[in-house]
């Protein structure tokens, strides 16, 4: 279980997120969605253990949500802590020396999927496959918590729904749960059990997919445009 309790979060004297409480229960995908700078990147963060917030706390399986969380919580990093001259299977392999719940087996056959060529230098990449390569070292280990921060960005919209689905396929719902952003909450809401929606910091809303097409009868997107403008 994630749990936010009451968390803000400032950068100087900015107040990017307000006072946020919410849980996030095991085996579910999740969106987090929101207008630019509404803090959907902050809160991933703050779940990663990476930034820490100004006050409240965050948890993850009743551990605090610092550096040390990252060995059940993959988030998917920049490839900037990545060599650039290292090939996508070096990528790979640094990867799995890095954590070792990574899954060479399943890297690889996500590696297919993503259509990577395993010799290609990541500084060839272009950015579409950039995008792919960070999906694959995220998504290859075996954690209960998986964050992924606008993954469909850059991907050309031809392959994205392939994509999606295919990504899907590798998350194990029994044991793993994933957070992940999109400012495309229509390419995505068919596979999210729920969201959270975030509007200037402060929580909106949270809900299950399944309430909201019963109790309004709108889809995710339907319900952010009639809200939102
Ligand atoms: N390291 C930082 N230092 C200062 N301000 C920051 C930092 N990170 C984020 N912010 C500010 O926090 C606010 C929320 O940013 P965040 O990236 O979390 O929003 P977002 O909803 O993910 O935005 P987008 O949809 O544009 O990606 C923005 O005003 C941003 O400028």
């Known amino acids: 279980m994630i749990r936010m309790t009451n968390v803000t979060k400032k950068y100087r004297n900015q107040t990017v997120l307000k006072d946020i409480s919410l849980t996030v229960p095991p085996g579910k995908i999740i969106g987090i969605v929101g207008r630019n700078g509404s803090g959907k990147s902050t809160l991933l963060r703050l779940i990663s253990g990476l930034s820490l917030p100004t006050s409240g706390s965050v948890t993850v399986n009743g551990e605090t949500a610092n ?13 900037g802590s990545f060599y650039p001259i290292f090939t ?40 579409g496959h950039r995008g792919r390569l960070q999906i694959m070292l995220t998504l290859a280990r075996e954690v209960p918590y998986i964050l992924m921060d606008e993954p469909l960005s850059g991907l050309d919209p031809m392959v994205r729904e392939s994509i999606v689905k295919g990504m899907i396929s590798y998350v194990d719902l029994k044991s793993q749960t994933l957070l992940m952003t999109s400012h495309e909450v229509s390419e995505i809401e068919t596979l999210l059990d729920g969201f959270i929606a975030l509007h200037d910091g402060s929580l909106h809303r949270t809900a299950d997919v399944e309430e909201l097409h019963e109790s309004e009868a709108l889809r995710i997107s339907e319900w952010m445009k009639k809200t939102y403008l």
């Open 67 to 79: 550096r040390r969380i990252g060995k059940v919580v993959s988030y998917s990093a920049e490839l």
């Open 88 to 127: 996508v299977r070096e990528a790979m392999r640094f990867q799995a020396s890095q954590f070792a719940d990574f899954n060479l087996a399943k890297a690889d056959e996500i590696m297919k999927l993503m259509q990577l060529d395993p010799h290609m230098k990541i500084k060839a990449l272009s950015k």
